[in-house]
């Protein structure tokens, strides 16, 4: 048997694109942004600390951007999106809340809290409808 490393090669590019495409897709676990997305469908989403590489900055974040944060209020992380941004004692904040949501979140957001945005193309956001139920249902959501 004749290892063929070239064949190895390809699928050690796959498997690596694979896992970086893994990356950068989130799964919806609540209703909080309807009808922007539903849950389980997946989000595409950019990040501020990919391996090193900043592929957004989040001071650059904008009203009507929707981020991924580490919200004080809750143990995971949060996907709605930014109403407000607002100064206070010279730091940027902002003001999030789910689309589907009567209130904002509780509690302002420092931009070093936004870990990720979702990707848009042109003003639609980058969403896969319903197929992120089956990992919501392996873990139990």
Do not use: C
């Amino acid at each position: 048997m004749e290892i063929d490393f070239k064949e190895i090669a390809t699928y050690a590019v796959i498997l690596i694109i694979v896992l970086i495409a893994a990356q950068h897709l989130n799964v919806v676990v609540s209703g909080s942004m309807e009808p922007a997305f539903y849950r389980g469908d997946i989000v595409m989403v950019e990040k501020a600390n990919f391996l090193g590489i900043n592929e957004f900055d989040p001071s650059t974040v904008e009203v009507g951007d929707v981020v991924v944060y580490d919200a004080a209020w809750y143990d995971q992380p949060v996907i709605h999106r930014v109403i407000n941004i607002t100064d206070i004692n010279g730091t940027t904040m902002y003001v999030i809340k789910g689309d589907n949501n009567e209130r904002p979140d509780p509690y302002y957001v420092k931009a070093d809290q936004i870990k990720e945005k979702v990707v848009t193309v042109g003003d639609n956001l980058v969403v896969i409808p319903k197929i992120g139920y089956l990992s919501l249902w392996l873990r139990g959501l």
